[in-house]
């Protein structure tokens, strides 16, 4: 890494938003540390970014999933100085709650909770110490709702959501700041991988998370979360006033209308 320029390290960095969260930050002059599983993917990036930009890329084998991967990508990092940690790695599974893989389940709550929260723990403190930096934590619009048929996968980011916000809370006053971003159905691997079809009503790019992102962490008054799109901070907004159990009841049936031949 370059002494004169900050650092990115961005987890899930492979594709989607990821790759869109890491050209963002090497086309604002930081070095990054591009993490994820598939290293062929992080390789092409790592070329292609430094080629444009000239920025030093990083590339880090991890897979989240698995127990101590935090502290694994710490040490991988070594004694490079973090300014920005976008915590993007995630995943869920689409079906019923009796039919989850135990295995399968344990893992992505390892991705989505244990490691996102281990990771932003063991960059905060040298942050702070430093009195500057940045946690970007991906969450989803699915945080403001339970939602049947992926109740796992909306509780963890419900956690990712609630944690982000307290620790912007904490964080006050150290010059470190806190962002959990809610994007809605975006066009990634995240369906397929899930083993669904995205909700109806289109999908957002992964350019547009990463906009709204960037444009509530330059703002002059960083908020401690934000949804992505108008339409789903309305959602999420008139969900407050709904009762609980018709909330529930019509999550239930867009996610079985969106996913009936599945």
């Known amino acids: 890494m370059n002494e004169k320029r900050p650092t990115a390290l961005i987890t899930g960095a492979s594709s989607g938003i990821g790759v869109v969260f890491a050209r963002e930050y090497a086309s604002r002059g930081y070095d990054l540390i591009i993490a994820a599983r598939r290293t062929d993917r992080l390789n092409e990036l790592a070329a292609a970014i430094t080629k444009d930009t000239g920025v030093t890329v990083k590339v880090v084998a991890s897979d989240l999933s698995v127990p101590n991967s935090a502290a694994k990508l710490l040490k ?17 599974n689409i079906g019923p709650f009796s039919d989850e893989d135990p295995t399968s389940m344990a893992d992505e709550i390892n991705v989505n909770v244990i490691a996102l929260t281990q990771l932003a723990r063991l960059f905060v403190g040298p942050m702070i110490e430093r009195g500057q930096g940045t946690i970007v934590n991906i969450a989803s619009t ?26 912007w809370g904490e964080l006050q006053g150290t010059g470190v700041s806190a962002l959990a971003v809610s994007p809605g159905g975006t066009a990634t691997e995240f369906f397929e991988v899930a083993g669904g079809r995205a909700m109806a009503g289109g999908l957002m790019t992964p350019a547009q998370v990463v906009a709204t992102a960037m444009s509530a962490l330059d703002s002059a008054s960083p908020a401690p979360s934000v949804i992505v799109g108008a339409r789903n901070r309305v959602m999420a907004i008139a969900g407050r006033f709904v009762p609980k159990r018709q909330l529930i009841s019509v999550a239930k049936t867009l996610m079985k209308s969106n996913n009936a031949d599945r």
């Open 76 to 92: 991988a990092v070594g004694s490079t100085p973090v300014d920005v940690l976008v915590n993007n790695a995630g995943w869920g």
């Open 142 to 167: 699915a945080a403001y709702q339970p939602v049947p048929n992926m109740a796992v996968y909306a509780a963890t980011k419900a956690y990712v959501l609630s944690f982000t916000e307290a620790l």
